[in-house]
């Protein structure tokens, strides 16, 4: 059956029109960390709320966000800073658009704005130093550090994604916490192990509602872990581990033990061509043990 047809241009006439929500630039970047558990988000924002505050934030421009690139390079930033910086205002503008705040036909200022090339960070996290971290961060006042520390190692998740989990999103039966939005826009899983989910257990509190935030801070919103982390990474013996190197270390993991990229890619989350410049050497690696097994195999055959 064909669909109804429809006169578009009466029911486009029709509708309402989108008008604008009038805001700051603070009130709009205040609005998108209440509103999307962004706490880790809110210290990197502090500065251009310093920088833009006050002013209305439609019509802030892309010229005014590349003099605040430039200003941090010349302060000596680094440049994996200054483009994080960059992703995080793009992400509040985007969210923006998403909720019709914004004007209609507005173009976001960061679009196009130029990122300045940086290394690639690789990072190789022993196993034992995972040993080290997990044990200091079970003798943790907040005993829920202790967990957010294993989804940190076990999940490979964005520390966003785990800030802004809720008690009902923590599945210890399929041993997985559903995403409905990530950094990304789409929805994924996240998988932990038995032993974490016994952990979950003994930390829930009980008649939990489902929308309570687990990692919760003051009322409705994260608490944030940057500096138990700091104080945990310096005990245990690697002070320049940051929390988004679990995420790589999951990726190594994965790959090492026989994972494709695409695999690993869609378990992360990730951008398959951001993985691959980063890690695409250890597929390579697992790729040529694979072949190198099969032509032994073939040999042997052939010998018999």
Known sequence: MSAKRI???????????????ALS??????????RNFAAALGPRLRKWIDYLGDRPAWEITAQDIETGRDAMLAAGYKVASVNRDLSGLGQVYIWAQKQRLSPPGFVRPTLGIRREAEPVRRVEIAPETYTRLLAGAAGHRDRRFALFVRLLIETGARKGELYGRHWGELDTERLQIRVPTTKNGNPRVLFFTPVTAALIERLRPKGAAAD?????????????????????????????????????????????????????????GHDPAVLAKR??????ATLQRAAQQAWEHAAQAAAA
């Open 7 to 21: 006169n578009l241009a009466a029911a486009a006439s029709a509708q309402p029109p989108v008008t604008p929500v």
């Open 279 to 284: 890690y695409g050497h250890l597929e390579t």
């Open 212 to 268: 309570r935030l687990v990692f919760e801070g003051r009322p409705h919103q994260p608490k944030n872990y940057r500096k138990a982390w700091t104080l945990l990474c310096a005990d245990a013996g690697v002070p320049s581990l940051h929390m988004h190197d679990m995420r790589h270390g999951a990726a190594a993991r994965m790959l090492r033990s026989g994972v494709t990229l695409p695999v690993a890619a869609q378990v992360l």
């Open 25 to 34: 630039f603070l009130e709009l970047a205040n609005a998108y960390t209440a």
